[in-house]
């Protein structure tokens, strides 16, 4: 196993394949492992990169997740691209690894050559998840296939890492309030938001939801591209994976495609 150090930590990474880099960037509570098999798809046409943020994973552990979690995860992106000397990286964000590519290509621009940010819920915290986050996760460590999830992802101590999560998403949005640092106008890759009209987490609030959101940003930053799944639940890109495959493959290699079903 591969590690390199941020604030004299082990992160976690694994690497495979060959071509242009190709990081892949997990979500809360989830690991590198979340792609795990859709990541066999991409590894004849790019260097795959896995990592497992701080806290997570097979990196090392935190006593405490910071509030402003998801650019300190794109801190952590930037110190490795850095080291490894890589430039023109594409990159797969899905859920809270979407901000963190967001994050990394806004700090960073010219380390990065194209960024997907796979089911996100926008530039500031999503009210409805954050007020009840609390309440659910501690309702999730009952669920069987929820707790098998939170195990395979994170091992035996996966209650610490979801109650780490929890606490800095609250604390979050009563900090800090926006996932950002950096204006979107100056965000300079080519970018694709990809989503499910079906998401759990925002079908209730809007069946436009990512219509919306997502068409706000692409109008912030200029330029960029949208693709919604018809069906599918979150994140997307698990729900959705051969067509995901599809449309990405295209975007990376500039290929012309429909922008929502």
Same mark, same amino acid.
């Given at each position: 196993?591969?590690? /390199?150090?941020?604030?004299?930590?082990?992160?976690?990474?694994?690497? /495979?394949?060959?071509?242009?880099?190709?990081?892949?960037?997990?979500?809360?509570?989830?690991?590198?492992?979340?792609? /795990?098999?859709?990541?066999?798809?991409?590894?004849?046409?790019?260097?795959?990169i896995?990592?497992?943020?701080?806290g997570?994973?097979?990196?090392?552990?935190?006593?405490?997740?910071?509030?402003?979690?998801?650019f300190?995860?794109?801190?952590?992106?930037?110190?490795?691209?850095?080291e490894?000397?890589?430039?023109?990286?594409?990159?797969i #964000?899905? +859920?809270?690894?979407?901000l963190?590519?967001?994050?990394?290509?806004?700090?960073a621009?010219?380390l990065?050559?194209?960024?997907?940010?796979? +089911?996100?819920?926008?530039?500031?915290?999503?009210?409805?998840?954050?007020?009840?986050?609390?309440?659910?996760?501690?309702?999730?460590?009952?669920?069987?296939n929820?707790?098998?999830?939170?195990?395979?992802?994170q091992?035996?101590?996966?209650?610490l890492?979801?109650?780490?999560?929890?606490?800095?998403i609250?604390?979050?949005?009563?900090?800090? #309030?926006?996932? /950002?640092?950096?204006?979107?106008?100056?965000?300079?890759p080519?970018?694709?938001?990809?989503?499910?009209?079906?998401?759990?987490?925002?079908?209730?609030?809007?069946?436009?939801?990512?219509?919306?959101?997502? #068409?706000?940003?692409?109008?912030?930053?200029?330029?960029?591209?949208?693709?919604?799944? #018809?069906?599918?639940?979150h994140?997307?890109?698990?729900?959705?994976?051969?067509?995901?495959?599809?449309?990405?493959?295209?975007?990376?290699?500039?290929?012309?495609?429909?922008?929502s079903?």
């Amino acid at each position: 196993m591969s590690y /390199f150090l941020f604030d004299n930590k082990k992160v976690f990474y694994n690497e /495979f394949g060959m071509g242009t880099p190709l990081l892949f960037l997990h979500g809360n509570t989830a690991s590198s492992m979340m792609f /795990f098999e859709i990541v066999e798809k991409y590894k004849d046409n790019f260097k795959v990169i896995l990592i497992d943020f701080l806290g997570h994973g097979k990196s090392d552990r935190l006593s405490e997740f910071p509030a402003d979690l998801w650019f300190y995860e794109a801190q952590q992106v930037i110190a490795f691209l850095k080291e490894k000397q890589y430039s023109n990286v594409n990159i797969i #964000g899905s +859920s809270g690894g979407a901000l963190v590519a967001i994050n990394v290509a806004l700090e960073a621009p010219q380390l990065v050559s194209k960024v997907i940010a796979d +089911s996100f819920e926008g530039e500031r915290p999503l009210k409805e998840f954050t007020k009840n986050v609390k309440a659910d996760r501690e309702f999730s460590k009952h669920d069987d296939n929820v707790r098998m999830f939170y195990q395979y992802m994170q091992g035996d101590d996966w209650e610490l890492v979801v109650d780490n999560d929890t606490s800095a998403i609250i604390r979050h949005e009563k900090e800090i #309030g926006k996932f /950002f640092h950096s204006e979107l106008n100056d965000f300079q890759p080519d970018i694709l938001l990809t989503g499910s009209k079906q998401d759990e987490f925002v079908s209730s609030i809007s069946p436009t939801y990512f219509e919306k959101t997502y #068409g706000e940003i692409i109008s912030k930053i200029g330029h960029g591209k949208m693709y919604l799944f #018809g069906t599918g639940g979150h994140p997307a890109m698990l729900t959705n994976p051969d067509e995901f495959y599809k449309i990405s493959m295209e975007f990376f290699h500039a290929q012309v495609f429909e922008e929502s079903n």
